[in-house]
């Protein structure tokens, strides 16, 4: 470790987080939208009400603008597994191509198709045909979260496969189990209903500004209420499906649940931390929140459905606890050193012909497999693998209350579509248009602690982000950090710009 080139590890882990950060701003948009323009043609095509046609083509073209430009960042971000993570893309052998080409051969061919038709198919197709494109295009769009979050999932716990010793690779032996991971299927019905959210948002924002404007106000609100009714629906789903997804992360990966409830020691009836302050201390294992306002015993029923279950602390994760049979870091190193030396060794023995030798060695490598990644970490501080407490422990909380706050949201919309002049109170408008920024900040911050909570690990417990680089110069990466900066801001602002002279002209 000690000849690891730091600067390039920080730099390729910035770039990609850069480009996932800008790639999310409009996938969520993309798959939401695609939907709620579903469900409104749908009420075109059973009333004949042409209302709903003008409410349909003017959602369609907000959701065609963002979705050619969100396409652009997701090439780049696809390429970069390439370029800057290849040991990575080697490693993961056909686990994480398998999602990816099924994405391509079935999602994207599926929506790129039926798009056209959507788009171009007004008066050249029947009504029905035309809204089974729309359906078909929607479908075909979210089609691609399954794949991604598939192999996002399997990074985040590797089953259903086993490694080559040979061809130093990772070799799906099971589809059906990384299809069906616990934690993919978790984190992708989580991250889909979330992204539904976003976009409702969108739609009651844009419409509260019409209503503002006093623009088109008869369509808004009809486009508010089936987007209100539609994030309601879709928020409540979000923290149902996010309460499986912290059991998921209770079971897989202790330290990221201890990280993000900033839970320093193990205890039973553990509580959940509603919010508090982290103070900066040395001892990275010892208690950081001051003025937290806690929940009693809610941690343990959350992660087990027990009140007195016991959850893990930082501590008890690093130095481990016997007495909860919870296996030190200092342990998993040396198990991990156990398996690369034997590894190794396997290898030397089999080029020798020495079959009996490379068998016992085989032997040793596949009992300790599972802590393959701890013996990067040989002669280091454990405390090393302890991911950014701060960063996960803010970024779940401020995630959780905007959450909360989303579901008043939609109830009030929905009152002031029924209400008389609620919707003309200035205040309440202002409430909806700003929802639409907190809810960026509540997706970003959703995979910022997915992707920080789980540092150092590229793929948990087995490959650590310092050994998954591509051995490229630093400069180059820098270089073309900046680019994508540029590049990616400037695309974003060529978005919001086109977005408001479209919402500017109106339905």
Excluded: C
């Amino acid at each position: 470790m000690d000849n690891i080139n730091w600067a390039l590890v920080d730099w390729s882990r910035a770039q990609f987080a850069l480009t996932a950060l800008y790639h999310w701003i409009f996938v969520p948009l993309t798959l939401g939208i695609s939907f709620i323009i579903a469900i409104m043609e749908t009420i075109y095509v059973k009333t004949g009400d042409e209302k709903w046609k003008k409410i349909t083509k003017f959602w369609m073209k907000l959701f065609g603008i963002n979705f050619a430009i969100g396409v652009a960042t997701g090439i780049i971000l696809e390429f970069e597994f390439g370029t800057n993570w290849s040991n990575y893309s080697w490693f993961v052998g056909d686990i994480f191509g398998a999602p990816l080409a099924i994405e391509g051969i079935m999602a994207f061919f599926l929506e790129s198709t039926f798009i056209a038709i959507m788009f171009f198919g007004w008066n050249k197709v029947s009504k029905k045909a035309h809204l089974i494109s729309s359906w078909l295009t929607a479908i075909g769009t979210n089609l691609s979260g399954i794949w991604i979050l598939v192999a996002n999932g399997w990074m985040q716990n590797p089953i259903g496969m086993e490694f080559n010793p040979d061809t130093m690779r990772n070799e799906m032996n099971n589809f059906w189990d990384v299809f069906f991971n616990p934690v993919s299927v978790n984190k992708f019905l989580h991250t889909i209903t979330s992204a539904y959210t976003f976009a409702a948002l969108f739609v009651v924002a844009v419409s509260a500004w019409l209503i503002l404007k006093n623009k088109d106000i008869i369509l808004a609100k009809y486009s508010m209420l089936v987007a209100s009714v539609f994030g309601l629906i879709a928020i409540v789903s979000t923290i149902f499906f996010g309460d499986g997804s912290a059991k998921q992360v209770a079971k897989y990966q202790p330290m990221k649940l201890a990280a993000m409830e900033g839970l320093y020691h193990g205890t039973s009836g553990a509580p959940v931390v509603a919010f508090g302050i982290m103070e900066d201390i040395k001892d990275s294992t010892e208690k950081k929140i001051i003025g937290d306002l806690e929940i009693p015993n809610l941690l343990s029923i959350l992660a087990f459905n027990n009140s007195e279950a016991y959850i893990p602390g930082i501590a008890d994760i690093v130095h481990g606890n016997k007495e909860h049979n919870i296996r030190g870091y200092e342990e998993r190193i040396k198990s991990g050193k156990l398996a690369i030396q034997a590894l190794a060794d396997y290898k030397k023995y089999k080029k020798e012909g020495n079959i009996e030798m490379a068998k016992k060695n085989l032997k040793i490598f596949k009992a300790h497999f599972k802590d393959f990644g701890y013996g990067y970490y040989l002669g280091k501080d454990p405390h090393e693998l302890i991911p950014n407490v701060k960063i996960s422990f803010y970024s779940f909380h401020v995630m959780v209350i905007l959450g909360f706050l989303f579901i008043l949201i939609f109830i009030l919309s929905i009152w002031g579509i029924f209400k008389e002049n609620l919707l003309t109170k200035k205040w309440i408008l202002y409430l909806f248009i700003i929802s639409f920024p907190l809810g960026l900040i509540a997706q970003e911050l959703g995979w910022v602690l997915a992707e920080v909570g789980r540092q150092p690990w590229v793929i948990q417990d087995l490959l650590p982000n310092f050994v998954a680089i591509s051995h490229i110069d630093t400069n180059s990466v820098i270089i073309t950090f900046f680019m994508f900066l540029v590049i990616f801001t400037a695309l974003l602002i060529a978005e919001i710009k086109i977005m408001l002279t479209a919402i500017k002209k109106g339905f």
